[in-house]
């Protein structure tokens, strides 16, 4: 972690420019206020553009064409991403292949990759395949015939169901269960008789999964995350569902049985939403929505049931006014009572 | 999964009526759209029925009665159902027995039924009790003293936690935790000072729990979930409750503690319930909403707070206009103050 | 559990006093209206002071000055409290310490203190430092470089990722995930680009975690849990929070990232909070609600949007009449323009 680097160095790393000194070195990140002089520092958001004038970092990260104050920067069109992608630089070290270690317990006729590492107590089951450089972390459990990618890593405790499949850098937290049987049961009368859950989960490449999130396996066929999905902890995704690809889903999200989500969409934290609907492309929901119905997309929504989220703030608006609404109706009714009278009496 | 069964057989099996070619024989089921000559689908909602009479499947297992566009039907009372039943037959293999697995870690005075299968990596502590033909998967940890019943499925890294009881014929999904201590906190001014939680939990038969799904112990006695109840993922049931038989709770759904929940009753997905009330028997409470006090029986609810549900569908609709709604009370007062101004005139 | 106490060693115990026999002999706790004469019960809401004359208990923890109609009693300021520390006193026997049992797995470099318990199943990184008395059940995975506090048990399935802290007389129950990565991504265009998440999660004292919560770690520096806060079940944590001492967070809350919550506040169940906001000491949150910014001190609320609790109260119930005041503006506007139709004529 203390390895240092030239500002040119990690302009060519990032595809920048320097204005200033491209030989000063700096060794890490740190924030605008209490960097050092041998730390980068970053202006993502230009409110803060002033505090450039005062902050000790030795370089700075910003946009093209942002005032300097003199110091030293690397002009880059998306600073907050070069800020991230130096963090990995510096921060970030590549996992060294452990092999199978001691008490995991591997199947049989287990394919395994090159450079793999699977830690004690990890239970890898019969017929898997495991890419290259998988890491499988301490009590993660991996079923029969599961099949996964390369650079993929499973984080202890994470439970992979039967005969899922999971693509290359893709990233499951602990304890997050993919491929449990879907909530489907045909009613006999009286009680409820278990369907079989005989599909699958499939999550393609470079999907993220929080920790402790469920994903249910379909019941014939496929329950797909696609390509660059990313899903945050405590989220419930049914059977059947498909989520589109780059598609950000937040914490405690529930998502019934075969909805089907677009790409790019964002549902944020504790959004609930109905089956059998489709959310369309680009979609923004507001927390804690509900959404009963179809969404069309480019649009934000909000509310319970959601509604377009401006039409939704002005509701919201005058619900938190409602008794004064209430009451001019009274006195308009009391009004109308006495003009009507007066005019009676006319 | 290559069996292939006469239209008569699974006839006989569904207690159904077979009419067309009794000597017919299918393989599996398919859907109505997708089917070829080897399976058998099934028309569950009318809706689909035109759809019969393009099916490529070898059978339609419909209700009594339905148009059948000369295809082979069974008829049967529940098709729905029977498609279910016909999954399990045909997709469905009994669980081989495996027995105590190398590195399956079993405690002292464990009593252990027959044909079981614990498999690598699964705890069972001391002086528990399983029934025949229990699965118990890897990484499941079974504290001490629990008892388990016959065909009963636990799997991977799901916990249940000291002296609680589990019937026959119960699945609990990975990840689960059944008996974690109730959250109670006696304030002793400034802090809090923690109940001990000496109850359990009881899961009669035929009890499915979903993943990662956490029921609590009782403080002093029993949370009880009765039988045929089914629980989806990530649901919260707090200390002291009782949930009723054949009862649906999907996911997300949380009961404060000590809540009774009636018989046959859904709570759909994220709805949140307190503690300290009474469910009634058949009820059906919407999506997300909030349910503050005791609901009577028979009736469905929604909303947060919950109101019925007829009555919260026509506030809900009211809400989505409320701006209109205000602004023609401000055009009412406009008017008022005109006719006042107009009458004191005259 | 089958000692007995004299009323005279649990007054002292309690710093109570004895009204009646100091002699009289208990062995258990039961409530008011199921006791037996070898158990003391409890009087802790006086809506209930009328069964003190019926109950069959043989003796009762009071409030000082209530009526005992000649029971014996144990006047305490707190008999909630009392009642919560008797249990502990006849229920809870301390854990006997058991050292590293067969089949635990631990790294090296790991430090344990005395009396600690380690059992079958569980992991304990590289470099673990675990304090005295620790208890570590079947299955909790424990990454490298994490420091654990006196007395403290982490339950089964549960999982503390790398480095985090955790003070003394902490509980974690099964399946919690403390220090996942927190949920941060720089949109790079079209995808996202994952932040390394390199801070860390703390846990003070007395902090208790429910089953299959969730706490993320920090990007760069620490998600803080302070001293004797209570967290429940299937609770989100984002990366970067601050929760407040002696806080209680009710089943299934959202917490977003970077937000910092006071002390002695409550969040009941489902509440979810945005990021980046202050919530002040002393408050409370009702059931399901949304904070989307920050909350003054010392006040309650609710709704989403949360507001004042006692507007939000008046509001909910004109929401549940809405219809009528619509039907009650159509009927203003009618007779308005019958007013206006009249003066018209005149």
Not at 120 to 132: E, K, Q, R, S, W
Not at 136 to 142: D, E, F, Q, T, Y
Not at 275 to 298: C, F, Q, R, Y
Not at 337 to 342: Q, T
């Amino acid at each position: 972690m203390q390895q240092t680097k030239t500002l040119k160095e990690l302009a060519e790393y990032l595809g920048g420019t320097v204005q200033g000194d491209e030989a000063c070195r700096v060794n890490g990140l740190a924030p605008l206020e209490s960097a050092a002089g041998d730390k980068i520092t970053f202006l993502a958001n230009p409110k803060y553009a002033s505090k450039v004038a005062e902050t000790g970092a030795g370089a700075v990260l910003m946009s093209p064409g942002g005032e300097a104050y003199g110091r030293n920067v690397i002009e880059v069109g998306n600073p907050y991403l070069a800020f991230a992608k130096l963090l990995t630089l510096f921060y970030v070290q590549p996992h060294a292949p452990r092999g199978v270690m001691p008490e995991a317990c591997i199947g049989i006729g287990v394919l395994l990759g090159e450079d793999i590492s699977i830690y004690p107590g990890a239970i890898v089951g019969d017929h898997v395949t495991l890419g290259d450089r998988c890491v499988i972390h301490s009590g993660a459990v991996i079923y029969a015939g599961v099949t996964i990618g390369d650079d993929t890593i499973v984080h202890a405790n994470a439970v992979i169901r039967e005969r899922c499949r999971i693509g290359n850098r893709c990233v499951i937290q602990p304890g997050a269960v993919i491929g449990s049987d879907g909530f489907g049961y045909a009613p006999d009368g009286s009680s409820y008789y278990p369907i079989p859950q005989i599909g699958i989960v499939v999550l393609e490449d470079d999907v993220e999964i929080g920790a402790n999130t469920c994903i249910d396996r379909a019941a014939l066929e496929v329950t797909l995350i696609k390509r660059g999905t990313k899903v945050d902890n405590l989220v419930q995704i049914a059977h059947n569902c498909q989520i589109g690809e780059d598609t950000m889903l937040c914490s405690q999200v529930g998502i019934s049985g075969s909805a089907r989500v677009g790409n790019h969409v964002t549902l944020t934290g504790q959004v609930g939403v109905a089956g059998h609907l489709t959310i369309g492309d680009n979609v923004m929901v507001g927390a804690k929505s509900g959404v009963p119905s179809s969404l069309e997309p480019n649009a934000g929504y909000s509310g319970i049931p959601a509604l377009p989220h401006k039409q939704w703030l002005k509701s919201m608006a005058v619900v938190a006014n409602l008794p004064d609404l209430k009451k001019s109706v009274t006195a308009l009714e009391k009004k109308i009572a006495e003009l009507e009278s007066k005019l009676a009496k006319e």
